[in-house]
Every structure is written in C-alpha cells, then in structure tokens.
C-alpha cells in the first residue's frame, strides 16, 4: 500500500492501514505514560522508604524516653508522680503533635509543662498551706526569676526545639519530594507528543522494520520535548535534595537527635533534682516576694519519703543507628538530584531500548539511517527548535510550575530549619503553606509567647542561636524568601501571559 492514508508515519509503502496507525498511538500513548509513571513509582518509593525509617527511628527515640520515664519516676518520686502523671503524659503528647505538623507553638508548650509541673511541686513540698490559684499566679512569677529547675528548661529549650525543627521538616521533605513526583507523573502527554511516541516506536513496523531500534539522538529529541516543562523541575529539585542532605548532617552533628530527644526523661529528673536541692530557698523567697499562705485547715500530709536524691538514669544511645539511617539517605539523595535532567537519556536506554548514538542503522524517523539533527537542550524555553516535536514554550504546565513552587517552599522551610529557624507548619498534603522565615537573633528571645486560640494565632517564626563553627549546609545557603512570598509568586508564575524561560 502506498500509505497516502497515513497521517503521523511517513507516507510510502507501508503494511499500516489507518486503525491500525490510530490503535499503534493509542498503544504508544499509553506505554509511554506507563513509562513515566514506573520510574516515578521508583523514585517515591525511594523517598517513602527512607521517611519510613527515619520516622520509625524519631518515633522510637520518643517512645522509649518517655517509657523510661514512666518505669523510673514512680519508684524515685512517688506521689510526686502518681499524682500529676497527666503533666508527663500532656507533655510528650504535645512533642508529638508538634513533629506530626500540627500547627502548634513548641516553645509555649515547654514552657507550659514546666510551668504546671513547679505549680503541682510547690503544692507538694507545702502541703501544709492551702494555696490558691492566685498565690500560685504569684509564685510562678516570683520563682521563675529563681530559676528552680536550674538551667534544665532554658538549655532543653534551644536543644530540644532545633532538634524538633530539624526533625519535622526533615521528614516532610520526603514526603514533599515523593508527591511532586507522583503529581507529575501523572500528567498526561499532549497530543503533539502522542504524534512523535507513536513515529518513535511504532512507525518502524509500519515500515517493515519491527526489528529496527530508533536513533538514540532522535529519541532524546522526543522525550526531551515531551518531558520539557518536567526538565524544569531540575533545579528546585536539586535545591531540595541538597536541602534535606543538610539537614540530615544537623540532625547527626550539632543538632543530633539521638542526644536531646532520648535523654529528655532524664534532663527533666535532673530538673526536679535541683528544685529539691533549692526547695528552702526557693520557698522563702515566693514567701518573701507573695505573703505567707494560710494554714491549711485539712492539716498537713506527711510528706513523700521516698529518696530523691541526685537521679541516675541512663539512656540507651542509638547514635549508631542514626549515623547509618542518615549515610543512606544522603546517598540516595545524591543520586536522585539529576532525576529530571537524566529522566530522557534513562527512558531511551532502558524503556525504548534506542540504538547507539554512532548507529547508521537505527530508525530516524524517516527511515533505516543515521539521525543527523543536533541534541536539544533540557527544558522548555530549550524545545524553540525540537524537530521532532512541536513545543509551545509560552505556555507551560501549570500542575508542573504548582509543584515547581511546592519545591521552593519545602526547601525554604528546610533552609530555615538548617538554621534554627522554626517556620509553622500547615497541612502539606496538597496545598501548602507556611509563614514567613525570620532573620535569626540572640538568644531564644525572639520565640514570643502566642494565643493559645487557633483562630486567632498568627505564623510566627522562631530563632534558635546559632552553634559558633557550623556553617549552613546544602541549599540553607541561599537567601531564604518566606514561604508567604513564595506563595505569592507562585500567583505570578501561572499567569498565563508569563512567558517562562
């Protein structure tokens, strides 16, 4: 047959009627998308396998600090414990919900806990006064300036609190990372597209040529265009990668995990220590400073006997552990930063099985040949002049440019994250959002304390000093816009008149 009833293979002789030509795109469609979305399914199961461990590993440090304290306190405290246990409870329940996202002020809740724990002590070592609400307002002011717990809150404060940071956002980024791929692969090709798979893979048998592999330079040329507004999620995506690599060396150095997270029963038992140590003076100066209370009229209760003495309790170390869940990741991380740029090269060898870049023997498009057009480059302003197909760069994907931008704010927040800086957390499942970073101060001074109403708090950043000698690793380098800018532009980036490049 002549084949003038071709209308994507080149017309001549050819065993292809025109149902057969349309089922063969149809067919060459689908492979394709099927393609795309196996190597994406490769790529998530990746990072879904590596925010499995390290959550596992978090969640497991939590757990058995908080075990410890439940095993250890009972038999060192007594009514101390048994009769403000909820206190404990409330506040792991707290550092919970703040690793899972929920939008809550990890500072204010630590200082809560220490807060209603001197309130409940201060009635304990005085039972025989009958304190009010009022007098324990007063006692709390009076006492903190005191500092009963020593220098346990202040210290678990700055610790504690970039450990949760590093760790929450590190874990989002896997997650992050894993959806922007399971989004994108699953848009869909256009019918240009459809045009130029269909003449790569399955013209050839029209031709007689089944056994006939395409050219190599004309398949990237194909999927380059095919995958063009893909390509550019290259950078950003490389900005995440090296985001959560350094994050994960905060996570193992100088903000490590393993130390402040499975030792917090054991800062808060030193805690207590001090307050006995200093519980005369600690009571004579609230005296001082609010009245005498009254005289209970229920007389006083003997007073726990029970030794509370220096505390020794030990914590299972699980550094190694961590070391090595972090060198994985980091190599797996830096093997998926070229993901999108290498996508094209990867499909052709692996799935479309092109022939040699020097074959003189492979399908062209035409015929059995060589393929002489140049190489495009990657990403849409570079498919101008794609031979092969036809490309409108002014008007990009605009599912793709929504998760160029889900990229951008995931790494702002692991920039921050890198740095100290505590960037809230909104429901990051599809549509996320955050507040803007703050410029990193003194101290822990710039946490202030918010409304407890969740309609009327607003995002805030917090500032955690700065360990002198460490430098900011991965993409924390960059100048860090806030995430509320950030979601701004992206209104800009999808007006349909911009014209990316």
């Not at 997650?175 to 045009?195: A, F, H, I, N, Y």
């Not at 003194?442 to 430098?471: F, N, W, Y």
Request: proline share 4%.
């Amino acid at each position: 047959v002549l084949g003038e009833h071709l209308r994507i293979c080149p017309q001549g002789y050819t065993c292809c009627t025109s149902e057969m030509e349309e089922n063969f795109a149809n067919k060459s469609r689908s492979e394709f998308e099927a393609m795309m979305k196996e190597a994406g399914r490769s790529v998530q199961a990746t990072l879904t396998a590596q925010h499995r461990s390290f959550d596992s590993y978090f969640q497991d440090l939590l757990n058995k600090s908080e075990k410890a304290l439940y095993d250890a306190f009972p038999s060192m405290y007594g009514e101390l414990y048994t009769q403000n246990v909820k206190v404990f409870k409330d506040l792991y329940s707290e550092l919970r919900r703040y690793y899972r996202s929920s939008n809550i002020n990890l500072e204010e809740a630590l200082n809560e806990f220490w807060t209603r724990l001197l309130e409940r002590l201060f009635k304990l070592l005085n039972p025989q006064y009958h304190i009010t609400d009022e007098y324990l307002d007063c006692m709390v002011k009076h006492a903190e300036q005191h500092r009963p717990f020593g220098e346990v809150p202040r210290d678990l404060k700055v610790k504690a609190t970039r450990a949760f940071i590093a760790a929450r956002s590190y874990a989002q980024g896997f997650l992050v990372g894993s959806d922007v791929v399971r989004k994108v692969s699953q848009v869909p090709l256009s019918q240009e597209c459809t045009r130029a798979i269909m003449k790569l893979m399955y013209c050839p048998h029209c031709r007689g040529m089944a056994s006939v592999r395409p050219c190599n330079n004309y398949c990237l040329n194909v999927v380059k265009g095919c995958l063009a507004n893909q390509a550019d999620l290259s950078t950003e995506w490389k900005y995440l990668m090296d985001s959560l690599i350094g994050v994960a060396d905060r996570i193992d150095g100088p903000y490590n995990v393993d130390t402040v997270i499975g030792t917090i029963h054991m800062r808060i038992a030193e805690a207590i220590s001090n307050l006995y140590e200093n519980k005369d003076s600690i009571t004579s100066k609230v005296f001082q400073g609010c009245g005498n209370p009254k005289i209970s009229t229920k007389g006083s209760s003997s007073e726990d006997k029970r030794r509370r003495g220096k505390v020794t309790l030990e914590a299972k170390s699980s550094a190694q552990a961590l070391e090595m869940l972090v060198l994985d990741a980091k190599g797996n991380l830096t093997a998926l930063k070229t993901y999108w740029i290498t996508l094209p090269s990867s499909l052709c060898s692996k799935k479309v099985m092109a022939s040699s870049a020097s074959d003189d023997k492979c399908w062209n498009g035409m015929t059995k040949g060589s393929y002489l057009p140049e190489v495009m480059g990657d990403g849409l302003a570079n498919q101008i002049n794609n031979p092969e197909v036809e490309v409108d760069i002014t008007k990009p994907d605009m599912t793709i440019r929504q998760q160029i931008m889900q990229l951008k704010i995931m790494t702002n927040r692991l920039g921050n994250a890198n740095i100290g800086n505590d960037v809230d957390f909104q429901d990051t499942s599809d549509d996320m959002s955050g507040s803007g970073s703050g410029d990193s101060c003194p101290d822990d001074v710039c946490g202030k304390r918010l409304s407890k109403s969740p309609s009327t708090r607003q995002p805030e950043t917090h500032a955690i000093p700065k360990q002198s000698g460490h430098g900011v690793h991965g993409a924390s380098s960059r100048s860090l816009p806030s995430a509320s800018l950030l979601l701004l532009l992206s209104v800009a980036v999808i007006a349909p008149q911009h014209l990316w490049r």
